[in-house]
């Protein structure tokens, strides 16, 4: 439902054409490669591939489309590793329609846009997490063990330890469920 409105409201105006449609991150990357539009919209959480994942995935692959979340999740560490992740714009879901095509129009013209609110936010609450650290919480958070986790990684189950120890002091909680939870809240996840 959510992908038909944006399709329409797009298609209501005359200089931008929505060339596909994806259903998850995946999807959408195979879009981006088969069709090469100049603009894409993705969500922060989408099945297969975060729109996260996938920006960074668009930037590894130096790939000619400017990359816009969309999303309900105004969290400043969403829209720190956005940036981080070459994303041109950070949106909000509740932002008026009219916006969208105007962003849509600016990012194609090479500017950024971001939620002005948002983004002085995120300057004030920088994420503490490295990559790693954020890997190995990640699993946590889904009740992996250090065992699993380990091995999905590729590091030894010391390393592990060693990881979501730095990640629980660094997010200021108890143990590694309270940590998860908290760096989801924030954004860092």
Known sequence: ?????????????????????????????????????????????MPEMTGL?????????KLPVRVAIL?????????????????????LKDAPAATLAEAVRKIHAGLHVIDPELAAEAWTQPDPLTDRERQVLRYAGEGKSNTDIALKLELSE????????????????????????????????
Request: cysteine-free.
């Open 71 to 91: 999303t309900t999740f105004a969290r400043p560490g969403y829209l720190r590793r956005a940036l981080d992740d070459g994303v041109s714009a950070y949106l």
């Open 53 to 61: 994942e996938l920006a960074a995935e668009v930037q590894r692959r």
């Open 1 to 45: 439902m959510v992908l038909g409105a944006l399709k329409a409201l797009l298609d209501i105006e005359r200089d931008l054409q929505v060339v596909g449609q994806a259903s998850n991150g995946a999807e959408a990357l195979t879009l981006v490669l088969d069709k090469k539009p100049d603009v894409l919209l993705a969500d922060i959480e």
């Open 158 to 189: 010391g390393t592990v330890r060693n990881y979501l120890s730095e990640a629980i002091g660094k997010v200021g909680a108890a143990n590694r469920t309270e940590a998860a939870r908290i760096a989801r809240q924030k954004g860092w996840l």
